[in-house]
Protein backbone atom coordinates (compact mmCIF):
# COMPACT_ATOMS: atom_id res chain seq x y z
CA UNK A 1 0.00 0.00 0.00
CA UNK A 2 1.81 2.83 -1.15
CA UNK A 3 0.48 6.57 0.15
CA UNK A 4 1.62 9.44 -1.08
CA UNK A 5 0.67 11.42 2.38
CA UNK A 6 1.96 14.67 2.11
CA UNK A 7 3.81 16.84 -0.01
CA UNK A 8 6.26 19.84 0.06
CA UNK A 9 7.90 22.14 -2.20
CA UNK A 10 11.67 21.55 -1.79
CA UNK A 11 13.71 20.72 -4.76
CA UNK A 12 14.05 17.20 -6.73
CA UNK A 13 17.03 16.48 -4.71
CA UNK A 14 15.29 15.57 -2.00
CA UNK A 15 12.68 13.71 -3.93
CA UNK A 16 15.13 11.82 -4.79
CA UNK A 17 16.77 10.90 -1.80
CA UNK A 18 13.54 10.28 -0.28
CA UNK A 19 12.55 7.54 -2.54
CA UNK A 20 15.75 5.59 -2.07
CA UNK A 21 16.55 5.74 1.62
CA UNK A 22 13.17 4.41 2.93
CA UNK A 23 11.05 0.73 1.85
CA UNK A 24 8.25 1.13 4.13
CA UNK A 25 4.86 1.92 2.92
CA UNK A 26 4.26 4.79 5.46
CA UNK A 27 5.87 8.05 4.04
CA UNK A 28 6.18 11.72 3.58
CA UNK A 29 6.75 12.32 -0.17
CA UNK A 30 8.83 15.81 0.45
CA UNK A 31 8.30 17.10 -2.93
CA UNK A 32 6.36 19.91 -4.87
CA UNK A 33 2.27 19.80 -4.40
CA UNK A 34 -0.07 20.26 -1.75
CA UNK A 35 0.57 19.79 1.69
CA UNK A 36 -1.46 17.07 3.77
CA UNK A 37 -0.14 16.50 6.96
CA UNK A 38 -0.02 13.38 8.19
CA UNK A 39 -1.84 12.59 10.60
CA UNK A 40 -0.62 10.93 13.76
CA UNK A 41 -1.04 9.73 17.59
CA UNK A 42 1.18 9.55 20.08
CA UNK A 43 -0.67 8.27 23.49
CA UNK A 44 1.63 8.62 26.41
CA UNK A 45 4.45 7.07 27.25
CA UNK A 46 3.84 3.89 29.44
CA UNK A 47 5.26 4.52 32.57
CA UNK A 48 6.89 1.19 33.72
CA UNK A 49 7.50 2.19 37.55
CA UNK A 50 5.91 4.60 40.11
CA UNK A 51 9.14 7.32 39.56
CA UNK A 52 8.91 7.10 36.01
CA UNK A 53 4.96 8.58 35.76
CA UNK A 54 6.07 12.49 36.03
CA UNK A 55 7.75 11.68 32.40
CA UNK A 56 5.63 9.79 30.88
CA UNK A 57 2.98 12.63 29.78
CA UNK A 58 5.88 15.09 29.05
CA UNK A 59 7.72 12.44 26.36
CA UNK A 60 4.65 12.25 24.65
CA UNK A 61 3.89 16.01 24.56
CA UNK A 62 7.20 16.79 23.66
CA UNK A 63 7.63 14.46 21.08
CA UNK A 64 4.46 15.65 19.31
CA UNK A 65 5.15 19.56 19.20
CA UNK A 66 8.26 18.10 17.69
CA UNK A 67 6.16 16.46 14.84
CA UNK A 68 3.62 18.87 14.85
CA UNK A 69 5.56 21.73 14.54
CA UNK A 70 7.19 20.79 11.36
CA UNK A 71 4.01 21.58 9.77
CA UNK A 72 4.48 17.57 8.06
CA UNK A 73 2.57 16.38 10.70
CA UNK A 74 -1.11 16.30 12.37
CA UNK A 75 -1.75 14.54 15.67
CA UNK A 76 -4.95 13.04 16.58
CA UNK A 77 -5.97 14.03 20.30
CA UNK A 78 -5.98 12.14 22.55
CA UNK A 79 -9.53 12.62 23.59
CA UNK A 80 -10.32 10.86 20.24
CA UNK A 81 -8.52 7.99 20.59
CA UNK A 82 -10.37 4.65 21.33
CA UNK A 83 -7.32 2.22 22.17
CA UNK A 84 -5.28 3.01 25.29
CA UNK A 85 -1.99 1.85 25.84
CA UNK A 86 -1.18 0.18 28.84
CA UNK A 87 1.56 -2.45 28.01
CA UNK A 88 4.25 -1.45 25.33
CA UNK A 89 4.78 -5.24 24.58
CA UNK A 90 0.91 -5.50 24.29
CA UNK A 91 -0.13 -6.10 20.58
CA UNK A 92 -1.46 -2.97 19.33
CA UNK A 93 -5.18 -2.98 18.36
CA UNK A 94 -4.64 -1.56 14.56
CA UNK A 95 -8.50 -1.09 13.93
CA UNK A 96 -8.63 1.12 16.79
CA UNK A 97 -6.04 3.21 15.51
CA UNK A 98 -7.09 3.52 11.98
CA UNK A 99 -10.67 3.95 13.23
CA UNK A 100 -9.52 7.33 14.88
CA UNK A 101 -7.58 7.83 11.51
CA UNK A 102 -4.10 8.05 12.99
CA UNK A 103 -2.10 6.37 9.70
CA UNK A 104 1.27 6.51 12.11
CA UNK A 105 0.94 5.51 15.90
CA UNK A 106 4.12 5.93 18.50
CA UNK A 107 4.24 3.83 21.48
CA UNK A 108 6.85 4.46 24.42
CA UNK A 109 7.76 2.99 27.67
CA UNK A 110 9.87 4.78 30.29
CA UNK A 111 11.29 3.87 33.77
CA UNK A 112 13.27 5.84 36.20
CA UNK A 113 16.15 4.15 38.35
CA UNK A 114 17.98 6.54 40.35
CA UNK A 115 19.08 9.57 38.17
CA UNK A 116 18.91 7.30 35.16
CA UNK A 117 15.69 7.60 32.48
CA UNK A 118 15.29 5.18 30.08
CA UNK A 119 13.03 5.57 27.30
CA UNK A 120 11.84 2.85 24.58
CA UNK A 121 9.86 3.80 21.93
CA UNK A 122 7.75 1.90 18.31
CA UNK A 123 6.92 3.25 15.35
CA UNK A 124 3.37 1.56 13.54
CA UNK A 125 2.63 2.38 10.23
CA UNK A 126 -1.10 2.09 10.93
CA UNK A 127 -3.05 0.69 7.74
CA UNK A 128 -0.24 -1.35 7.04
CA UNK A 129 -0.74 -3.33 10.32
CA UNK A 130 2.88 -3.66 10.74
CA UNK A 131 5.82 -1.68 12.84
CA UNK A 132 7.51 0.74 11.24
CA UNK A 133 11.90 0.13 11.71
CA UNK A 134 12.37 -1.52 14.24
CA UNK A 135 11.98 -0.52 18.80
CA UNK A 136 14.42 1.81 19.89
CA UNK A 137 15.74 2.36 23.20
CA UNK A 138 18.04 5.60 24.85
CA UNK A 139 19.34 5.86 28.19
CA UNK A 140 20.50 9.12 30.14
CA UNK A 141 19.97 10.93 33.14
CA UNK A 142 16.96 12.04 33.87
CA UNK A 143 17.66 15.61 33.57
CA UNK A 144 17.98 14.85 29.60
CA UNK A 145 14.78 13.39 29.31
CA UNK A 146 13.81 16.45 26.64
CA UNK A 147 16.93 15.09 24.54
CA UNK A 148 15.23 11.80 24.71
CA UNK A 149 11.82 12.78 23.74
CA UNK A 150 13.83 15.07 20.92
CA UNK A 151 15.54 11.49 19.70
CA UNK A 152 12.64 9.76 19.24
CA UNK A 153 10.81 12.53 17.26
CA UNK A 154 14.57 12.80 15.00
CA UNK A 155 13.86 9.04 14.82
CA UNK A 156 10.11 9.28 13.92
CA UNK A 157 10.64 11.79 11.38
CA UNK A 158 13.75 10.08 9.45
CA UNK A 159 11.90 7.41 9.05
CA UNK A 160 8.54 8.50 7.76
CA UNK A 161 10.58 11.01 5.74
CA UNK A 162 13.55 9.61 4.60
CA UNK A 163 15.42 12.99 5.90
CA UNK A 164 18.03 13.36 8.84
CA UNK A 165 15.72 15.01 11.79
CA UNK A 166 16.66 17.89 13.43
CA UNK A 167 15.05 18.14 17.04
CA UNK A 168 17.90 17.36 19.01
CA UNK A 169 19.59 20.53 18.56
CA UNK A 170 20.46 23.66 20.37
CA UNK A 171 20.17 27.52 19.05
CA UNK A 172 22.81 29.72 19.86
CA UNK A 173 21.71 33.64 19.30
CA UNK A 174 21.35 37.04 21.00
CA UNK A 175 18.79 37.75 23.23
CA UNK A 176 17.34 41.40 23.39
CA UNK A 177 16.07 43.47 25.88
CA UNK A 178 15.41 47.36 26.07
CA UNK A 179 14.05 49.57 23.68
CA UNK A 180 15.42 50.22 20.13
CA UNK A 181 17.71 53.24 21.10
CA UNK A 182 19.24 51.16 24.39
CA UNK A 183 18.52 47.66 23.47
CA UNK A 184 20.57 45.16 25.66
CA UNK A 185 22.18 42.34 24.07
CA UNK A 186 23.22 39.04 25.94
CA UNK A 187 24.29 35.83 24.07
CA UNK A 188 22.07 33.03 24.90
CA UNK A 189 21.83 29.17 24.32
CA UNK A 190 18.54 26.97 23.98
CA UNK A 191 17.19 23.67 22.88
CA UNK A 192 15.84 24.33 19.20
CA UNK A 193 12.39 24.74 20.61
CA UNK A 194 13.07 27.58 23.09
CA UNK A 195 13.42 25.05 25.90
CA UNK A 196 16.23 24.94 28.73
CA UNK A 197 17.55 28.75 28.06
CA UNK A 198 20.71 29.75 29.49
CA UNK A 199 22.47 33.42 29.35
CA UNK A 200 26.55 32.49 27.94
CA UNK A 201 27.22 36.37 28.55
CA UNK A 202 25.93 39.81 30.74
CA UNK A 203 24.46 42.87 28.88
CA UNK A 204 27.64 44.71 29.77
CA UNK A 205 28.46 44.79 25.99
CA UNK A 206 27.29 44.69 22.54
CA UNK A 207 27.12 40.87 21.63
CA UNK A 208 26.70 39.56 17.90
CA UNK A 209 26.32 36.86 15.24
CA UNK A 210 27.63 33.76 17.46
CA UNK A 211 28.29 30.83 15.47
CA UNK A 212 28.25 26.98 16.31
CA UNK A 213 31.71 25.02 15.75
CA UNK A 214 30.67 21.57 13.91
CA UNK A 215 31.10 19.44 16.77
CA UNK A 216 28.92 22.33 18.86
CA UNK A 217 31.02 22.67 21.87
CA UNK A 218 32.34 26.03 20.91
CA UNK A 219 30.94 29.47 19.49
CA UNK A 220 32.56 32.60 17.90
CA UNK A 221 30.98 35.65 18.22
CA UNK A 222 31.34 39.50 18.12
CA UNK A 223 31.23 41.42 21.17
CA UNK A 224 32.29 45.26 21.96
CA UNK A 225 33.95 44.64 25.32
CA UNK A 226 36.92 46.16 24.36
CA UNK A 227 34.82 48.91 23.52
CA UNK A 228 35.62 48.19 19.61
CA UNK A 229 34.00 44.96 18.41
CA UNK A 230 36.58 42.11 18.27
CA UNK A 231 35.54 38.03 17.64
CA UNK A 232 35.35 35.65 20.39
CA UNK A 233 35.60 32.01 20.95
CA UNK A 234 33.49 30.77 24.27
CA UNK A 235 33.34 27.34 25.14
CA UNK A 236 29.84 26.44 25.51
CA UNK A 237 30.48 23.93 28.94
CA UNK A 238 32.65 26.52 30.48
CA UNK A 239 31.48 29.42 29.35
CA UNK A 240 35.31 30.51 29.50
CA UNK A 241 35.54 33.04 26.72
CA UNK A 242 39.00 34.84 24.54
CA UNK A 243 39.61 37.24 21.92
CA UNK A 244 40.95 35.57 19.13
CA UNK A 245 41.66 39.05 17.17
CA UNK A 246 42.56 42.61 19.09
CA UNK A 247 44.24 44.34 17.10
CA UNK A 248 44.85 48.08 18.04
CA UNK A 249 43.01 50.45 15.59
CA UNK A 250 41.11 47.55 13.93
CA UNK A 251 37.89 45.84 14.53
CA UNK A 252 36.97 42.10 13.48
CA UNK A 253 33.73 40.42 12.73
CA UNK A 254 31.41 37.97 10.82
CA UNK A 255 33.04 35.05 12.12
CA UNK A 256 32.28 31.68 11.02
CA UNK A 257 33.97 28.23 11.59
CA UNK A 258 35.79 25.96 9.01
CA UNK A 259 34.34 22.63 8.87
CA UNK A 260 37.09 20.90 10.59
CA UNK A 261 37.00 23.03 13.39
CA UNK A 262 40.49 24.10 13.34
CA UNK A 263 40.65 27.60 11.61
CA UNK A 264 37.85 30.40 11.10
CA UNK A 265 36.88 32.57 8.54
CA UNK A 266 36.61 36.45 9.27
CA UNK A 267 36.20 40.35 8.50
CA UNK A 268 38.88 42.32 9.44
CA UNK A 269 38.83 45.92 9.27
CA UNK A 270 41.44 48.25 8.94
CA UNK A 271 41.91 52.01 7.71
CA UNK A 272 37.68 51.96 7.13
CA UNK A 273 38.11 49.08 4.46
CA UNK A 274 36.75 45.44 5.01
CA UNK A 275 38.12 42.34 3.86
CA UNK A 276 38.01 38.59 4.41
CA UNK A 277 40.54 36.56 6.31
CA UNK A 278 40.77 32.67 7.72
CA UNK A 279 42.66 32.38 11.25
CA UNK A 280 44.16 29.47 12.91
CA UNK A 281 42.65 28.84 16.20
CA UNK A 282 45.56 27.58 17.91
CA UNK A 283 48.15 30.03 16.61
CA UNK A 284 46.14 32.87 15.65
CA UNK A 285 47.86 33.27 12.36
CA UNK A 286 45.83 35.54 9.95
CA UNK A 287 45.53 34.53 5.97
CA UNK A 288 44.14 37.25 3.93
CA UNK A 289 41.69 36.26 1.42
CA UNK A 290 40.55 38.94 -0.21
CA UNK A 291 42.30 41.87 -0.90
CA UNK A 292 39.57 44.90 -2.39
CA UNK A 293 38.77 48.02 -1.31
CA UNK A 294 34.96 47.14 -1.26
CA UNK A 295 33.29 45.66 1.67
CA UNK A 296 33.98 41.78 1.76
CA UNK A 297 32.22 40.37 4.47
CA UNK A 298 30.05 37.53 5.83
CA UNK A 299 32.10 34.56 4.62
CA UNK A 300 30.53 30.90 5.07
CA UNK A 301 32.33 27.79 4.18
CA UNK A 302 31.13 24.83 1.97
CA UNK A 303 30.43 21.76 4.15
CA UNK A 304 33.38 19.85 1.83
CA UNK A 305 35.42 23.09 2.92
CA UNK A 306 36.72 23.55 -0.47
CA UNK A 307 34.89 27.03 -1.15
CA UNK A 308 33.59 30.13 0.51
CA UNK A 309 30.61 31.80 -0.08
CA UNK A 310 30.57 35.45 1.21
CA UNK A 311 29.26 39.37 0.04
CA UNK A 312 30.85 41.82 -1.10
CA UNK A 313 30.01 45.23 -2.88
CA UNK A 314 32.83 45.67 -5.43
CA UNK A 315 30.00 45.99 -8.43
CA UNK A 316 28.97 49.10 -6.55
CA UNK A 317 26.03 47.08 -4.17
CA UNK A 318 26.20 44.09 -1.93
CA UNK A 319 26.20 40.78 -3.88
CA UNK A 320 27.34 37.13 -3.31
CA UNK A 321 30.41 35.67 -4.75
CA UNK A 322 32.03 32.01 -4.66
CA UNK A 323 35.67 32.08 -4.46
CA UNK A 324 38.11 28.64 -3.54
CA UNK A 325 39.23 28.29 -0.05
CA UNK A 326 42.38 29.33 -0.19
CA UNK A 327 41.25 32.90 -1.96
CA UNK A 328 41.32 33.55 -5.36
CA UNK A 329 39.39 34.52 -7.88
CA UNK A 330 35.81 35.26 -6.95
CA UNK A 331 32.66 34.58 -9.01
CA UNK A 332 29.32 36.45 -8.50
CA UNK A 333 26.50 34.30 -8.04
CA UNK A 334 23.53 36.78 -7.64
CA UNK A 335 21.92 38.45 -10.42
CA UNK A 336 18.65 39.33 -8.95
CA UNK A 337 17.33 42.59 -8.50
CA UNK A 338 18.29 44.66 -5.08
CA UNK A 339 20.94 43.63 -3.10
CA UNK A 340 22.36 40.39 -1.34
CA UNK A 341 23.59 39.71 2.02
CA UNK A 342 24.93 37.53 4.64
CA UNK A 343 24.85 34.02 2.58
CA UNK A 344 25.16 30.35 4.42
CA UNK A 345 26.06 27.44 2.83
CA UNK A 346 23.45 24.58 3.66
CA UNK A 347 24.95 21.57 5.75
CA UNK A 348 23.76 19.61 2.50
CA UNK A 349 26.00 21.70 -0.11
CA UNK A 350 23.72 21.95 -2.33
CA UNK A 351 22.14 25.77 -1.45
CA UNK A 352 22.98 28.76 -0.02
CA UNK A 353 20.45 31.31 1.63
CA UNK A 354 20.86 34.55 1.88
CA UNK A 355 18.97 37.75 2.79
CA UNK A 356 17.90 39.99 -0.03
CA UNK A 357 16.91 43.42 0.43
CA UNK A 358 14.65 44.76 -2.75
CA UNK A 359 12.29 47.79 -3.12
CA UNK A 360 11.98 48.60 1.02
CA UNK A 361 11.55 44.95 2.33
CA UNK A 362 13.63 42.33 3.25
CA UNK A 363 13.56 38.85 2.24
CA UNK A 364 15.44 35.65 3.15
CA UNK A 365 16.05 33.09 0.38
CA UNK A 366 17.66 29.91 -1.01
CA UNK A 367 20.01 29.62 -4.31
CA UNK A 368 21.64 26.86 -5.57
CA UNK A 369 25.32 27.75 -5.70
CA UNK A 370 25.97 28.58 -9.05
CA UNK A 371 23.53 31.46 -8.44
CA UNK A 372 20.70 29.62 -9.99
CA UNK A 373 16.69 28.74 -8.87
CA UNK A 374 16.65 31.52 -6.90
CA UNK A 375 13.58 31.50 -4.48
CA UNK A 376 12.42 34.05 -1.61
CA UNK A 377 10.94 31.86 1.24
CA UNK A 378 9.64 35.42 3.49
CA UNK A 379 9.01 38.59 2.94
CA UNK A 380 8.56 41.63 5.95
CA UNK A 381 9.68 45.22 7.27
CA UNK A 382 12.74 43.16 8.11
CA UNK A 383 14.19 39.86 7.95
CA UNK A 384 17.71 38.57 7.66
CA UNK A 385 20.68 36.15 8.85
CA UNK A 386 19.18 32.73 7.60
CA UNK A 387 20.79 29.53 9.97
CA UNK A 388 20.15 26.10 8.69
CA UNK A 389 19.07 23.21 10.76
CA UNK A 390 21.30 20.35 10.74
CA UNK A 391 19.22 18.60 7.78
CA UNK A 392 19.40 21.70 5.75
CA UNK A 393 15.26 21.31 5.24
CA UNK A 394 14.86 24.33 7.92
CA UNK A 395 15.80 28.04 8.02
CA UNK A 396 15.85 29.98 11.38
CA UNK A 397 16.44 33.81 10.93
CA UNK A 398 15.74 37.48 13.11
CA UNK A 399 12.34 39.22 12.12
CA UNK A 400 12.43 42.77 13.17
CA UNK A 401 9.37 44.77 13.78
CA UNK A 402 9.15 48.22 12.33
CA UNK A 403 8.72 51.65 14.15
CA UNK A 404 9.89 53.14 17.00
CA UNK A 405 8.43 50.13 19.56
CA UNK A 406 9.96 47.85 16.93
CA UNK A 407 11.66 44.61 18.36
CA UNK A 408 13.61 41.58 16.96
CA UNK A 409 11.99 37.95 16.99
CA UNK A 410 13.16 34.90 15.90
CA UNK A 411 11.44 32.81 13.25
CA UNK A 412 11.83 29.86 11.22
CA UNK A 413 10.41 28.52 7.76
CA UNK A 414 10.70 25.67 6.00
CA UNK A 415 12.97 25.64 3.21
CA UNK A 416 9.91 25.31 1.09
CA UNK A 417 8.75 28.55 2.27
CA UNK A 418 6.01 27.13 4.08
CA UNK A 419 5.80 26.70 7.94
CA UNK A 420 7.16 30.33 8.52
CA UNK A 421 6.54 30.75 12.63
CA UNK A 422 7.79 32.74 15.43
CA UNK A 423 10.37 31.06 17.50
CA UNK A 424 8.80 30.24 21.49
CA UNK A 425 10.67 32.57 23.70
CA UNK A 426 10.45 34.90 26.15
CA UNK A 427 11.85 39.14 25.15
CA UNK A 428 13.62 39.30 22.17
CA UNK A 429 15.91 37.44 20.40
CA UNK A 430 18.05 38.06 17.06
CA UNK A 431 21.21 36.44 15.49
CA UNK A 432 20.26 32.75 15.52
CA UNK A 433 23.06 29.54 14.72
CA UNK A 434 21.40 26.29 14.52
CA UNK A 435 23.63 23.63 16.46
CA UNK A 436 24.66 20.17 14.46
CA UNK A 437 22.60 17.34 15.39
CA UNK A 438 23.71 16.40 19.05
CA UNK A 439 25.68 13.41 19.72
CA UNK B 1 33.52 90.05 36.74
CA UNK B 2 37.40 89.89 36.56
CA UNK B 3 39.38 87.78 34.32
CA UNK B 4 40.77 85.92 37.52
CA UNK B 5 37.29 85.27 38.64
CA UNK B 6 36.16 84.13 35.15
CA UNK B 7 38.90 81.42 34.96
CA UNK B 8 38.15 80.69 38.46
CA UNK B 9 34.73 79.91 37.56
CA UNK B 10 35.23 78.04 34.35
CA UNK B 11 37.90 75.85 36.64
CA UNK B 12 35.06 75.13 39.05
CA UNK B 13 32.64 74.52 36.07
CA UNK B 14 34.84 72.35 34.15
CA UNK B 15 35.33 70.25 37.68
CA UNK B 16 31.86 70.22 38.01
CA UNK B 17 31.65 68.49 35.27
CA UNK B 18 34.37 66.24 35.67
CA UNK B 19 32.31 65.47 39.30
CA UNK B 20 29.16 65.34 37.58
CA UNK B 21 30.23 63.05 34.84
CA UNK B 22 33.03 60.94 35.91
CA UNK B 23 32.76 58.53 33.39
CA UNK B 24 34.39 60.72 30.78
CA UNK B 25 37.80 60.20 32.62
CA UNK B 26 36.37 56.79 33.53
CA UNK B 27 36.85 53.29 31.55
CA UNK B 28 32.65 52.66 31.58
CA UNK B 29 32.14 55.34 28.52
CA UNK B 30 35.60 56.37 27.24
CA UNK B 31 33.93 55.62 23.65
CA UNK B 32 30.99 57.33 24.93
CA UNK B 33 27.24 56.22 22.91
CA UNK B 34 27.34 58.61 20.02
CA UNK B 35 24.48 60.31 21.88
CA UNK B 36 26.68 63.38 23.14
CA UNK B 37 24.56 65.87 21.80
CA UNK B 38 21.69 65.55 23.61
CA UNK B 39 23.57 66.99 26.41
CA UNK B 40 24.05 64.59 28.92
CA UNK B 41 27.66 64.07 28.90
CA UNK B 42 27.95 68.09 27.80
CA UNK B 43 30.92 69.28 29.68
CA UNK B 44 31.03 73.45 30.71
CA UNK B 45 29.41 76.09 29.07
CA UNK B 46 28.99 76.25 25.16
CA UNK B 47 29.72 79.79 25.66
CA UNK B 48 33.20 78.29 26.24
CA UNK B 49 34.91 77.96 23.43
CA UNK B 50 37.49 75.21 24.73
CA UNK B 51 34.16 72.93 26.67
CA UNK B 52 33.01 69.98 24.93
CA UNK B 53 29.79 71.48 25.26
CA UNK B 54 30.95 74.06 22.54
CA UNK B 55 32.73 71.29 20.73
CA UNK B 56 28.96 69.60 20.68
CA UNK B 57 26.91 72.39 20.06
CA UNK B 58 28.60 75.22 18.54
CA UNK B 59 31.27 73.26 16.48
CA UNK B 60 28.81 70.38 15.72
CA UNK B 61 30.57 67.27 16.39
CA UNK B 62 28.38 65.06 13.85
CA UNK B 63 28.18 64.11 10.42
CA UNK B 64 25.24 62.93 8.28
CA UNK B 65 25.63 60.63 5.04
CA UNK B 66 23.40 59.42 1.90
CA UNK B 67 22.28 56.27 2.25
CA UNK B 68 24.60 53.51 1.55
CA UNK B 69 27.52 56.32 1.28
CA UNK B 70 30.57 57.03 2.90
CA UNK B 71 31.50 60.08 1.22
CA UNK B 72 31.13 63.52 2.74
CA UNK B 73 29.02 66.19 1.91
CA UNK B 74 29.68 69.83 1.42
CA UNK B 75 27.82 70.60 4.84
CA UNK B 76 29.93 67.95 6.57
CA UNK B 77 33.38 69.12 5.16
CA UNK B 78 32.35 72.49 6.85
CA UNK B 79 31.56 71.24 10.36
CA UNK B 80 34.61 68.60 9.88
CA UNK B 81 36.79 71.73 9.20
CA UNK B 82 35.53 73.43 12.84
CA UNK B 83 35.92 70.09 14.01
CA UNK B 84 39.89 70.06 12.69
CA UNK B 85 40.43 73.96 13.84
CA UNK B 86 38.79 73.20 17.43
CA UNK B 87 41.19 70.16 17.91
CA UNK B 88 44.27 71.83 16.67
CA UNK B 89 43.41 74.40 19.34
CA UNK B 90 42.52 71.96 21.66
CA UNK B 91 45.52 69.69 21.88
CA UNK B 92 44.49 68.05 25.07
CA UNK B 93 41.54 65.93 23.60
CA UNK B 94 41.87 63.13 21.66
CA UNK B 95 38.61 61.70 19.70
CA UNK B 96 37.00 58.64 19.23
CA UNK B 97 35.04 58.86 15.58
CA UNK B 98 31.75 56.91 15.88
CA UNK B 99 30.47 55.60 12.59
CA UNK B 100 26.62 54.67 12.53
CA UNK B 101 24.54 53.17 9.89
CA UNK B 102 20.54 53.35 9.70
CA UNK B 103 18.52 49.90 10.26
CA UNK B 104 18.04 49.47 6.54
CA UNK B 105 21.03 47.23 6.05
CA UNK B 106 22.09 43.90 7.06
CA UNK B 107 24.17 43.64 10.47
CA UNK B 108 27.82 42.48 8.99
CA UNK B 109 27.32 44.84 6.04
CA UNK B 110 26.66 48.36 8.55
CA UNK B 111 29.45 47.40 10.24
CA UNK B 112 31.72 47.80 7.91
CA UNK B 113 29.32 50.84 6.42
CA UNK B 114 29.75 52.49 9.59
CA UNK B 115 33.90 51.82 9.81
CA UNK B 116 33.82 53.11 6.47
CA UNK B 117 31.99 56.38 7.48
CA UNK B 118 34.44 56.72 10.90
CA UNK B 119 37.23 56.45 8.78
CA UNK B 120 36.33 58.86 6.03
CA UNK B 121 36.34 61.54 8.89
CA UNK B 122 39.36 60.72 10.09
CA UNK B 123 40.72 60.78 6.87
CA UNK B 124 39.41 64.38 6.64
CA UNK B 125 40.98 65.31 9.95
CA UNK B 126 44.23 64.03 9.33
CA UNK B 127 44.04 66.30 6.05
CA UNK B 128 43.38 69.40 7.86
CA UNK B 129 46.60 68.50 10.21
CA UNK B 130 45.20 66.81 13.27
CA UNK B 131 47.29 64.60 14.61
CA UNK B 132 46.13 60.57 13.18
CA UNK B 133 47.46 59.33 16.71
CA UNK B 134 44.59 61.66 18.11
CA UNK B 135 41.96 60.19 16.42
CA UNK B 136 40.62 56.42 16.87
CA UNK B 137 37.66 55.05 14.54
CA UNK B 138 34.51 52.39 15.69
CA UNK B 139 31.72 51.21 14.12
CA UNK B 140 28.35 50.67 15.82
CA UNK B 141 26.61 49.49 12.55
CA UNK B 142 22.79 49.70 13.00
CA UNK B 143 23.53 48.72 16.80
CA UNK B 144 22.94 52.35 18.57
CA UNK B 145 20.69 54.34 16.37
CA UNK B 146 19.71 57.50 17.42
CA UNK B 147 16.21 58.11 16.40
CA UNK B 148 13.86 55.13 16.59
CA UNK B 149 11.17 55.72 13.80
CA UNK B 150 11.65 53.24 10.96
CA UNK B 151 11.03 56.44 7.95
CA UNK B 152 13.64 58.64 6.80
CA UNK B 153 13.43 60.97 8.97
CA UNK B 154 14.79 58.87 11.54
CA UNK B 155 17.18 56.90 8.82
CA UNK B 156 18.93 60.80 8.09
CA UNK B 157 19.91 61.13 11.29
CA UNK B 158 21.00 57.92 11.92
CA UNK B 159 23.31 57.89 9.50
CA UNK B 160 25.88 59.61 10.88
CA UNK B 161 29.67 60.01 12.57
CA UNK B 162 30.48 60.97 15.76
CA UNK B 163 33.57 62.79 16.73
CA UNK B 164 33.48 62.35 21.12
CA UNK B 165 35.88 63.87 22.38
CA UNK B 166 38.28 62.63 25.44
CA UNK B 167 40.34 64.20 27.62
CA UNK B 168 43.69 63.14 26.72
CA UNK B 169 45.28 61.59 30.14
CA UNK B 170 48.71 62.23 29.38
CA UNK B 171 48.41 65.84 28.64
Not at chain 1, 97 to 123: C, D
Not at chain 1, 140 to 149: E, I, N, Q
Not at chain 2, 93 to 110: C, L, M, P, S, W
Request: net charge neutral.
Amino acid sequence: MIRVLAALLVGLFVVGQAAQAQNGPLRIEITDGVVEPLPYAVPNFVPENSASGGYAKELARVIASDLSGTGLFREISEKAHISKITNFASPVQFADWKAVNAQALITGAVKVSGNQLEVKFRVYDVFAGQELGNGLRFKGTVDGWRRMAHKVADAVYSRITGEGGYFDSRVVFVSETGPKNDRKKRLAIMDYDGANLQYLTDSSAIVLAPRFSPMGDKVLYTSYETGFPQVYILDVGSVKRRVLHNEEGSMSFAPRFAPDGKSLLLSITRGGNTDIFKMDIASGRQTRLTSSPAIDTAPSFSPDGSQIVFESDRSGSQQLYVMPANGGEPRRISFGQGRYGTPVWSPRGDLVAFTKQNKGRFHIGVMRTDGSEERLLTASFLDEGPTWAPNGRVIMFTRETQGANGSASLFSVDVSGRNLKKVKLAGGGSDPAWSPLQK
Amino acid sequence: MSSLTKVGALLAMLALGACSNSGIFGLDDTLGDGTGATGEYAEGSPDDPRSIAHFQERVGDRVLFAVDQSSLTSDGELVLLGQANWLLENSAYKAVIEGHADEQGTREYNLALGARRASAVKEYLVSRGVASNRLTTVSYGKERPLEVCSAEACYAQNRRAVTVLQADLNF
